[in-house]
């Protein structure tokens, strides 16, 4: 007899539990408080229950169950997928506006974008966790229907790319992809504030040519489509309406562009390539005819051949990931009236082999300074938006300089108000220049944490190196310029450091 009382207690107990397991709990407001209610598998109207229609703020959803919010009665309308814990739909731009709601198990990877839906968002890699489902169209933060910097996979439709940015409004860093991404690079992951998604045309409208590639974006970049020879109306150009700023053109084409739909209104015909439409034309272009010019114009575009330097020197870019407005530089010195982006604008820049670039903070090359021969695709937070001015070298014999130092072994050619620290023995190796002042982390100044081997300083001066950042833990001088620290201890060493003139610190 104990043995059957003990078994119903399980089987009870079993049962009890597997009904709390299959249960969400509701929240009329935020935080769960307020009045609520459990709800089972199936689908439910929220006007009634105790919650009512467009009351519910927050709810508990445990392991193992998923839940749609609809914004219509009769599960239709706009919706939101849940799987976790929600302290208030706010976060998700969904507070009361459910009208009805379907609890079902939590299957895992079943939810591909459905009919008139373009994409699907989660909160989670592999597309798990909270879940929106989009249609085409820009969806700002409070749209997104999952929590803002949240975003970490998507599943798009046949035939649809999205673009994410990193802040709302469209703005910040931006990039485009072209098919489902099931666990988003750290660059992106719980990063993304904005969408737009669209439809992506591809190659399937240049009449089996590529003639034109069209950008929304300045220096060939953005969303693109390419084009054949021909008319394309506003419908087919494969980009937004008004929103031409760049294109390239193959070799013996020419391009006429249309302020208004129907090839009307302003015109202008470019026989070449353009980087950046100006003013008069950029994102105001409905319509194009792409036509052979029979001029033979060499304009060194072959579709597909992204590169925007293929010339000498170095190519500055107002945004970071080589985007924004941006202009090429050869060999010379540029204040910032020159540098073709503004004033303390420089993010990020890209450097033709046998190139050095030094910035400055301050115009006419003075204040701190560091020199690169490398790519950078973002400049760091001390750097960024902060050059006034800047110089390009050339790396070789006839300027005094080799592949790998920016003032060789034998130079005389140390500024006689600055030091410049070296990442390798014997002046070589990654350089910075430095003025008179603190550095409280040397990657602040674009130069790597714990990398000074040697450095160079005029007479008379000091440079104090500390092992720590923020001029904290041991602290090292120099007094005298070091090809080396083999002695002191201090190579590949220093944090921070703190330049002092003959006359102090300035």
């Not at 009361?96 to 890699?125: H, Q, Y």
């Not at 050095?356 to 490398?374: K, L, M």
């Amino acid at each position: 007899m104990k043995l059957k009382l003990l078994l119903v207690a399980l089987m009870t107990g079993g049962l009890f539990i597997s009904t709390i397991a299959q249960t969400v709990t509701l929240y009329r407001d935020c935080n769960y408080r307020g009045i609520s209610q459990k709800l089972t598998i199936g689908t439910h109207e929220l006007s009634q229950t105790n919650i009512g229609n467009r009351q519910l703020s927050s709810l508990r959803v445990p392991n193992g169950l998923k839940v749609v919010l609809y914004s219509s009665s009769g599960a239709k309308g706009d919706l939101v997928n849940i799987s976790s814990d929600i302290t208030c739909l706010t976060d998700i731009g969904f507070n009361d506006k459910a009208s009805s709601i379907v609890v079902e198990r939590d299957r895992g990877n079943n939810n591909f974008p459905g009919r008139g839906n373009a994409v699907t968002l989660f909160e989670e890699c592999n597309f798990r966790g909270n879940s929106r489902a989009l249609e085409a169209g820009r969806h700002d933060v409070a749209d997104l229907g999952i929590r803002n910097d949240r975003l970490s996979s998507f599943q798009l439709s046949n035939g649809y790319s999205i673009t994410v940015y990193e802040n709302s409004g469209y703005s910040g860093r931006s990039t485009t992809f072209r098919s489902s991404e099931n666990c988003l690079s750290y660059t992106w992951n719980n990063k993304v504030s904005s969408i737009y998604v669209f439809r992506d045309r591809g190659n399937n409208n240049n009449n089996g040519f590529a003639a034109a590639t069209l950008y929304e974006s300045c220096n060939f970049t953005g969303n693109r489509n390419t084009l054949g020879p021909g008319y394309h109306d506003v419908a087919d150009l494969g980009i937004r309406n008004d929103r031409l700023s760049s294109f390239q053109l193959a070799n013996g084409f020419s391009i006429t562009l249309f302020e208004n739909s129907g090839y009307s209104g302003k015109s202008y015909t470019y026989n070449n390539s353009e980087n950046c439409l100006t003013y008069t034309w950029n994102n105001k272009v409905s319509s194009v005819h792409i036509f052979r010019n029979g001029g033979g114009y060499n304009n060194g575009y072959n579709p597909g051949n992204n590169n925007t330097n293929n010339g000498g020197g170095v190519t500055v870019y107002r945004d970071c990931n080589y985007r924004g407005t941006s202009k090429t530089l050869t060999e010379g010195s540029y204040n910032a009236y020159q540098l073709g982006i503004g004033n303390d604008k420089l993010s990020s820049f890209r450097i033709s082999p046998g190139y050095r670039i030094t910035i400055f903070e301050n115009s006419n090359y003075s204040g701190n300074s560091a020199s690169y021969n490398n790519d950078v695709s973002c400049l760091s937070s001390y750097w960024n938006d902060k050059t006034s001015s800047i110089r390009i070298d050339r790396i070789g014999n006839n300027y005094g300089y080799d592949n790998n130092n920016y003032y060789n072994n034998n130079n005389n050619n140390n500024p006689d108000n600055a030091v410049i620290i070296y990442s390798q023995e014997n002046f070589g190796g990654r350089s910075a220049v430095l003025r008179p002042g603190s550095i409280a982390y040397l990657p602040d100044v674009g130069f790597p944490d714990n990398a000074i081997s040697s450095l160079q300083l005029p007479p008379g001066w000091k440079v104090v190196l500390y092992d720590q950042p923020n001029f904290r833990g041991s602290s090292y001088n120099v007094l005298r310029t070091k090809d080396k620290f083999l002695l002191s201890g201090w190579s590949n060493k220093a944090s921070s450091l703190i330049i002092y003139t003959s006359g102090g610190l300035k």
